[in-house]
T-cell receptor, first 109, second 113 residues
Framework: RKEVEQDPGPFNVPEGATVAFNCTYS??????FFWYRQDCRKEPKLLMS???SGNEDGRFTAQLNRASQYISLLIRDSKLSDSATYLC??????????FGPGTRLSVLP | NAGVTQTPKFRILKIGQSMTLQCAQD?????MYWYRQDPGMGLKLIYY???????DKGEVPNGYNVSRSTTEDFPLRLELAAPSQTSVYFC????????????FGPGTRLTVL
Protein backbone atom coordinates (compact mmCIF):
# COMPACT_ATOMS: atom_id res chain seq x y z
CA ARG A 1 0.00 0.00 0.00
CA LYS A 2 1.34 3.45 -0.93
CA GLU A 3 2.03 5.78 1.98
CA VAL A 4 -0.16 8.61 0.75
CA GLU A 5 -2.91 8.05 -1.80
CA GLN A 6 -5.14 10.58 -3.51
CA ASP A 7 -8.10 10.60 -5.87
CA PRO A 8 -6.56 9.93 -9.28
CA GLY A 9 -8.43 12.67 -11.12
CA PRO A 10 -8.47 14.65 -13.25
CA PHE A 11 -11.45 16.61 -12.04
CA ASN A 12 -13.09 18.81 -14.69
CA VAL A 13 -15.67 21.12 -13.13
CA PRO A 14 -17.54 24.26 -14.26
CA GLU A 15 -16.88 27.62 -12.66
CA GLY A 16 -18.84 28.01 -9.45
CA ALA A 17 -18.92 24.30 -8.67
CA THR A 18 -17.98 22.73 -5.38
CA VAL A 19 -15.32 20.03 -5.59
CA ALA A 20 -13.84 17.74 -2.93
CA PHE A 21 -10.54 15.89 -2.92
CA ASN A 22 -9.72 12.93 -0.74
CA CYS A 23 -6.43 11.66 0.63
CA THR A 24 -5.55 8.64 2.77
CA TYR A 25 -2.29 7.92 4.58
CA SER A 26 -0.89 4.67 5.89
CA UNK A 27 1.25 5.74 8.87
CA UNK A 28 -0.94 6.16 11.94
CA UNK A 29 1.94 7.96 13.70
CA UNK A 30 1.82 10.85 11.22
CA UNK A 31 1.80 14.18 12.98
CA UNK A 32 1.19 17.01 10.58
CA PHE A 33 -0.74 17.37 7.37
CA PHE A 34 -0.81 19.84 4.54
CA TRP A 35 -2.40 20.60 1.20
CA TYR A 36 -0.08 22.09 -1.40
CA ARG A 37 -0.98 23.52 -4.78
CA GLN A 38 1.25 23.01 -7.81
CA ASP A 39 0.71 24.93 -11.03
CA CYS A 40 1.94 23.44 -14.29
CA ARG A 41 5.75 23.45 -14.45
CA LYS A 42 6.01 25.35 -11.15
CA GLU A 43 7.08 24.51 -7.62
CA PRO A 44 4.57 23.35 -4.98
CA LYS A 45 3.23 26.07 -2.70
CA LEU A 46 1.43 25.67 0.59
CA LEU A 47 -2.34 26.01 0.28
CA MET A 48 -3.17 25.24 3.89
CA SER A 49 -2.17 23.20 6.88
CA UNK A 50 -4.73 20.70 8.13
CA UNK A 51 -5.59 20.72 11.83
CA UNK A 52 -7.41 18.09 13.87
CA SER A 53 -10.35 20.40 14.41
CA GLY A 54 -10.63 21.18 10.70
CA ASN A 55 -9.90 24.58 9.26
CA GLU A 56 -11.25 26.97 6.70
CA ASP A 57 -9.58 29.65 4.60
CA GLY A 58 -12.04 31.53 2.44
CA ARG A 59 -13.44 29.10 -0.13
CA PHE A 60 -11.19 26.26 1.04
CA THR A 61 -11.98 23.84 3.88
CA ALA A 62 -9.69 21.07 5.09
CA GLN A 63 -10.71 18.20 7.33
CA LEU A 64 -8.67 15.52 9.11
CA ASN A 65 -9.98 12.21 10.41
CA ARG A 66 -7.19 10.53 12.36
CA ALA A 67 -9.21 7.41 13.13
CA SER A 68 -9.77 6.74 9.43
CA GLN A 69 -6.40 8.23 8.41
CA TYR A 70 -8.16 10.44 5.93
CA ILE A 71 -7.76 14.05 4.85
CA SER A 72 -10.07 16.07 2.63
CA LEU A 73 -10.05 19.38 0.83
CA LEU A 74 -13.25 21.14 -0.22
CA ILE A 75 -13.23 24.01 -2.69
CA ARG A 76 -16.41 26.06 -2.96
CA ASP A 77 -17.37 28.41 -5.80
CA SER A 78 -14.51 27.23 -8.03
CA LYS A 79 -12.62 29.85 -10.01
CA LEU A 80 -10.68 29.42 -13.24
CA SER A 81 -7.57 30.30 -11.21
CA ASP A 82 -8.10 27.22 -9.00
CA SER A 83 -6.99 25.01 -11.91
CA ALA A 84 -3.87 23.23 -10.65
CA THR A 85 -2.66 19.97 -9.14
CA TYR A 86 -3.40 19.56 -5.44
CA LEU A 87 -0.88 17.60 -3.39
CA CYS A 88 -1.64 15.94 -0.08
CA UNK A 89 1.43 15.94 2.20
CA UNK A 90 1.95 14.05 5.45
CA UNK A 91 4.77 14.49 7.95
CA UNK A 92 5.78 11.53 10.12
CA UNK A 93 6.99 13.60 13.07
CA UNK A 94 10.39 14.51 11.80
CA UNK A 95 12.03 15.40 8.58
CA UNK A 96 10.04 12.94 6.50
CA UNK A 97 7.46 14.73 4.37
CA UNK A 98 5.60 12.23 2.20
CA PHE A 99 3.84 13.56 -0.88
CA GLY A 100 0.83 12.06 -2.56
CA PRO A 101 0.80 11.82 -6.37
CA GLY A 102 -1.58 14.78 -6.65
CA THR A 103 -5.04 15.34 -8.05
CA ARG A 104 -5.39 17.58 -11.08
CA LEU A 105 -8.26 20.06 -11.18
CA SER A 106 -9.43 21.89 -14.29
CA VAL A 107 -12.09 24.56 -13.77
CA LEU A 108 -13.89 25.23 -17.03
CA PRO A 109 -15.59 28.48 -18.12
CA ASN B 1 14.05 37.73 1.28
CA ALA B 2 14.76 35.70 -1.85
CA GLY B 3 13.47 32.51 -0.18
CA VAL B 4 14.83 29.35 -1.82
CA THR B 5 16.83 29.81 -5.01
CA GLN B 6 18.02 27.16 -7.42
CA THR B 7 20.43 27.21 -10.35
CA PRO B 8 20.44 26.38 -13.17
CA LYS B 9 16.80 26.49 -14.33
CA PHE B 10 17.44 24.10 -17.20
CA ARG B 11 20.27 21.77 -18.17
CA ILE B 12 20.91 19.10 -20.77
CA LEU B 13 23.59 16.54 -19.95
CA LYS B 14 25.12 13.72 -21.90
CA ILE B 15 25.24 10.25 -20.36
CA GLY B 16 28.20 9.98 -18.01
CA GLN B 17 28.64 13.71 -17.44
CA SER B 18 28.61 15.25 -13.99
CA MET B 19 27.01 18.37 -12.61
CA THR B 20 26.04 20.13 -9.42
CA LEU B 21 22.60 21.58 -8.82
CA GLN B 22 22.80 24.59 -6.54
CA CYS B 23 20.31 25.45 -3.80
CA ALA B 24 20.41 28.31 -1.34
CA GLN B 25 17.97 29.72 1.23
CA ASP B 26 18.10 32.98 3.18
CA UNK B 27 15.51 32.14 5.84
CA UNK B 28 17.98 30.58 8.30
CA UNK B 29 16.17 27.24 8.07
CA UNK B 30 17.95 24.23 9.52
CA UNK B 31 16.09 21.66 7.43
CA MET B 32 16.74 21.35 3.72
CA TYR B 33 15.59 18.77 1.18
CA TRP B 34 16.13 17.62 -2.38
CA TYR B 35 13.25 16.06 -4.32
CA ARG B 36 12.80 14.81 -7.83
CA GLN B 37 9.49 14.87 -9.67
CA ASP B 38 8.97 12.71 -12.73
CA PRO B 39 6.15 13.60 -15.18
CA GLY B 40 2.71 12.98 -13.69
CA MET B 41 4.19 11.73 -10.43
CA GLY B 42 4.54 12.98 -6.89
CA LEU B 43 7.75 14.25 -5.32
CA LYS B 44 10.30 11.72 -4.13
CA LEU B 45 12.89 12.58 -1.49
CA ILE B 46 16.51 12.17 -2.60
CA TYR B 47 18.47 13.57 0.37
CA TYR B 48 17.80 15.79 3.32
CA UNK B 49 19.75 17.72 5.93
CA UNK B 50 18.80 18.70 9.47
CA UNK B 51 21.62 21.23 9.82
CA UNK B 52 25.08 22.20 8.65
CA UNK B 53 27.32 19.14 8.47
CA UNK B 54 24.46 16.64 8.73
CA UNK B 55 22.90 14.87 5.75
CA ASP B 56 20.95 11.68 5.25
CA LYS B 57 19.47 9.58 2.46
CA GLY B 58 15.88 9.78 1.42
CA GLU B 59 13.82 7.39 -0.67
CA VAL B 60 15.84 7.56 -3.93
CA PRO B 61 19.49 8.52 -3.16
CA ASN B 62 21.31 6.30 -5.68
CA GLY B 63 23.33 8.28 -8.21
CA TYR B 64 23.38 11.45 -6.11
CA ASN B 65 25.48 13.05 -3.39
CA VAL B 66 25.00 16.10 -1.20
CA SER B 67 26.94 18.26 1.21
CA ARG B 68 25.90 20.90 3.74
CA SER B 69 28.84 23.03 4.77
CA THR B 70 26.70 26.06 5.65
CA THR B 71 23.13 26.63 6.81
CA GLU B 72 22.34 28.47 3.58
CA ASP B 73 23.59 26.09 0.89
CA PHE B 74 22.68 22.51 0.00
CA PRO B 75 24.13 21.45 -3.38
CA LEU B 76 23.16 18.18 -5.10
CA ARG B 77 25.81 16.38 -7.13
CA LEU B 78 25.20 13.98 -10.01
CA GLU B 79 28.41 12.09 -10.71
CA LEU B 80 27.59 9.93 -13.75
CA ALA B 81 24.40 11.13 -15.35
CA ALA B 82 21.98 8.50 -16.65
CA PRO B 83 18.76 8.89 -18.67
CA SER B 84 16.81 7.70 -15.60
CA GLN B 85 17.85 10.94 -13.87
CA THR B 86 15.89 13.03 -16.36
CA SER B 87 13.47 14.83 -14.06
CA VAL B 88 12.59 18.10 -12.38
CA TYR B 89 14.57 18.67 -9.19
CA PHE B 90 13.17 20.77 -6.35
CA CYS B 91 15.03 22.00 -3.33
CA UNK B 92 13.05 22.92 -0.20
CA UNK B 93 13.66 24.21 3.30
CA UNK B 94 11.75 24.28 6.56
CA UNK B 95 12.22 25.76 10.02
CA UNK B 96 10.47 22.98 11.93
CA UNK B 97 9.05 20.12 9.85
CA UNK B 98 6.95 18.87 12.75
CA UNK B 99 4.69 21.88 12.46
CA UNK B 100 5.70 24.12 9.63
CA UNK B 101 5.51 24.08 5.88
CA UNK B 102 8.31 23.56 3.40
CA UNK B 103 9.29 26.36 1.07
CA PHE B 104 10.30 25.27 -2.40
CA GLY B 105 12.69 26.65 -4.96
CA PRO B 106 11.57 27.10 -8.59
CA GLY B 107 13.14 23.82 -9.70
CA THR B 108 15.80 22.65 -12.16
CA ARG B 109 14.68 20.79 -15.29
CA LEU B 110 17.34 18.24 -16.15
CA THR B 111 17.46 16.13 -19.32
CA VAL B 112 20.05 13.40 -19.77
CA LEU B 113 20.55 12.24 -23.35
Amino acid sequence: RKEVEQDPGPFNVPEGATVAFNCTYSNSASQSFFWYRQDCRKEPKLLMSVYSSGNEDGRFTAQLNRASQYISLLIRDSKLSDSATYLCVVNDYGQNFVFGPGTRLSVLP
Amino acid sequence: NAGVTQTPKFRILKIGQSMTLQCAQDMNHNYMYWYRQDPGMGLKLIYYSVGAGITDKGEVPNGYNVSRSTTEDFPLRLELAAPSQTSVYFCASSSDPNYNEQFFGPGTRLTVL
